[in-house]
């Protein structure tokens, strides 16, 4: 049976982050290096981008890339960074075809020259599409966005552009990487692993969290329209009363 039926169109989350987790261990699990995991996640992060705009969500923000994972091995990164590279050209048709708006966040300026070559071009390329925003989370660490937001706050204080009684959870946001996308609605992990690994603390504050066994590169359309289906069976209340909400 065809799971994307089970989805009531009305209730689907506006934005779905992923934590893609799980392809070392795929690996290894087949007696391969770490590195063929990451080759072989490709699968999963196209049939996520393509389930997600058939259904609707607006934006789709997946973690490729943490700050702390620049502390691994210096063979598995540069792996890890030709293999960006060579991905967004490869799936520019897969963008095209869906609509998919690319954008990126994190400390960008970190990345290796090619590979932010690689998302210039992708970013320009598919800027005029409106589907849905596909936004990947490269050298990213959520601390390191709230410091980054904070020192530029306070530089706007110390210019006058800005005081100190304006400062609210808007002018927050504004200065936070994802300035331009809706609240995460819906978080997934993949592997069985149970934490946020310095993701998207600030924009998760009422997110649902779906955590699954599934290693990332074996995720497909139904793993995904499952976590969707999970989440449309919750109740999101945001410090209401159940009676409240059902009212
Ligand atoms: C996720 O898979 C990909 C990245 C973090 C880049 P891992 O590489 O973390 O796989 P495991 O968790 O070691 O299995
Ligand atoms: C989180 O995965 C980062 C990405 C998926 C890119 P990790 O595998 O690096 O997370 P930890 O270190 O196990 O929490
Ligand atoms: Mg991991």
């Known amino acids: 049976m065809d799971k994307r039926l089970l989805i009531n169109l009305q209730r689907v989350p506006k934005h779905v982050a992923i934590i893609m987790d799980g392809n070392g261990r795929w690996a290894e699990g087949k007696g391969m290096s770490r ?17 997600a705009a058939q259904i609707g969500v607006k934006a789709i923000t997946l973690y490729a890339f943490s700050t702390e994972n620049w502390n691994r091995p210096k063979l598995e990164v540069d792996a890890l960074m030709s293999l960006l590279v060579n991905s967004l050209k490869k799936e520019l048709i897969t963008f095209q075809k869906n609509g998919v708006i690319v954008n990126a966040i994190g400390n960008i300026e970190n990345l290796p020259s090619k590979a932010k070559k690689a998302l210039n071009e992708v970013i320009i390329q598919t800027k005029d599409n409106s589907k849905i925003i596909m936004t990947l989370a490269l050298s990213y660490g959520s601390r390191e966005e709230i410091v980054n937001a904070i020192k530029n706050i306070s530089k706007k204080v110390v210019n006058k552009e800005l005081s100190v009684k304006e400062i609210d959870e808007n002018i927050i946001n504004n200065h936070l990487y994802t300035f331009n996308l809706p609240e995460v609605d819906l ?61």
């Open 187 to 247: 978080m997934i992990r993949t592997s069985g692993e149970q934490r946020i690994s310095n993701f998207l603390l600030w924009q998760m504050a009422y997110a649902e969290l779906y955590f699954t066994d599934v290693l990332w590169p074996d995720f497909r359309k139904e793993d995904f329209y499952d976590a969707i289906i999970d989440y449309q069976n919750r109740e999101r209340r945001f410090g209401k009363t159940s009676e409240q909400i059902t009212e």
């Open 35 to 51: 590195v063929f995991g990451h080759r072989n996640a490709l699968t999963a992060v196209r049939e996520s981008i393509e389930s």
